[in-house]
């Protein structure tokens, strides 16, 4: 947690499968025949059992194509930014230490400024279906006897999320804004098999609530709370240099 709360931002948006989506559940259902191969991933929502993408899902997909913008970044595999920050005793410390994605998405050593919702249908827009495939043998690389398994998919759906940010920095806010702009563009992916053309979404309903604790008038807006559409807030953004992460002006007090 922080210990004061600056500014807050409420990112929320609809990703619409464009195409044949699959979110796996990583359950196997060998003892009963009547389960497919591989199901999408289920959650109790509304008081049924429907399929969801998780926030650590979207996360993780956000997360990597940031650390394509954000010059200096680490990746999953590396562990610099933890070696680097982990004897360091404040927060603003370790901070200013970790790469710039630590700095937005977090890492063991620093929690993260972005909170991502698991994301859930739409009522009446989700269509499930299952699609045959080859079975591939790990070794060759080749079609593994003709043998064939049927992963579950979504075949078509709205699913509705939100991303909140806390104690940000424009140029956090910026990145990923220009995450959600490439996931419309086709540049992300969403879910496996996205080699094999899965996972096509779009951002959609795209609304954000801006939110300025410390100084009412000040920063992004000249508001206290301001709502945007996706065009307006990176027209608001397009002086906050993403390149400014490697300068820490940040002011805040992070716990
Ligand atoms: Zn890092």
Redesign the pocket.
Known sequence: MFRKLENECKISFDLVAQGSVCIRSGESFELNPGEPDIAVLKSMWNGKMQPVIPGSSIKGVIRSRAEKYLEG??TVF?K???EKSKDLKSGLERYKA??????LFG?MSLKSRAEFKDAFPVEGTVFLGSRNQVAIDRLTGSARGGALFEPEVVEAGTFRTEIILRNFEPWQLKVILLVLDDINNGYVRIGSSASRGFGRMTAENIHIVYKNYKNPGESIGEFFTKEYSLEECLEKLKNASINSAKEVKFDGIPD
């Open positions: 970044s680490c590396d610099s930014c933890m970790v790469c710039p994605a630590c700095k890492c």
